[in-house]
């Protein structure tokens, strides 16, 4: 944390993006209430494999490029700062694991929203609120906090993470790139 009073001011965190800038790790730690964890199996993987959904700039993207790698599908609401913050957390993982992981960014909700890409950024950053995208996912999707899912190499299972911390999304990341990744305890 940057700011000083976090613990006083950590309440603010869903409507006021200066603290979420100034307090990220209490913020998240306010979060952790919402934190959850639940293990699918997915019978047909060839129903995310044609999935498509425009990106931010209007250009199609096909599920199937993303055969063989784990995918990560990040449902984030725009709320003010934490959209921006959960962006900056997946790209720091997208840097540790740059050849092996696919990540897709979903900006969800009526929030007003600005996530300031980085130039060299291998997220793609999905259309807010990408009908196809929200259709296959809502079943597992958690409303008003970020809901992530990893996705297995063969697309055969995946995990859900919800409201989850960069240590969290790296340790499922990590178990899932060794195909560690079925049903676990609740944490």
Not at 106 to 128: K, Q, Y
Request: glycine content about 4%; overall charge negative.
């Amino acid at each position: 944390d940057h700011g000083k009073n976090c613990s006083s001011i950590v309440s603010e965190c869903k409507f006021d993006p200066d603290v979420w800038h100034k307090c990220p790790i209490s913020c998240a730690k306010y979060l952790e209430p919402t934190r959850a964890h639940r293990f699918h199996k997915i019978e047909d993987p060839e129903k995310f494999y044609a999935l498509s959904a425009l990106d931010s700039k209007g250009k199609t993207v096909n599920f199937e490029n993303f055969n063989g790698y784990v995918t990560m599908i990040a449902l984030v609401p725009t709320l003010p700062g934490m959209t921006q913050y959960y962006y900056d957390m997946l790209e720091h993982l997208n840097s540790v694991y740059p050849y092996t992981i696919e990540i897709l960014f979903v900006p969800i909700g009526n929030g007003d929203f600005e996530v300031s890409e980085h130039v060299h950024s291998r997220i793609l950053m999905l259309e807010h609120d990408s009908k196809s995208v929200l259709s296959y996912f809502r079943p597992m999707e958690r409303k008003e906090c970020v809901s992530c899912f990893i996705v297995s190499v063969n697309g055969d299972s995946l995990n859900a993470l919800y409201s989850p911390s960069y240590h969290q999304l790296q340790e499922f990341v990590t178990m899932t790139l060794h195909g560690l990744d079925k049903p676990t305890p609740e944490f």
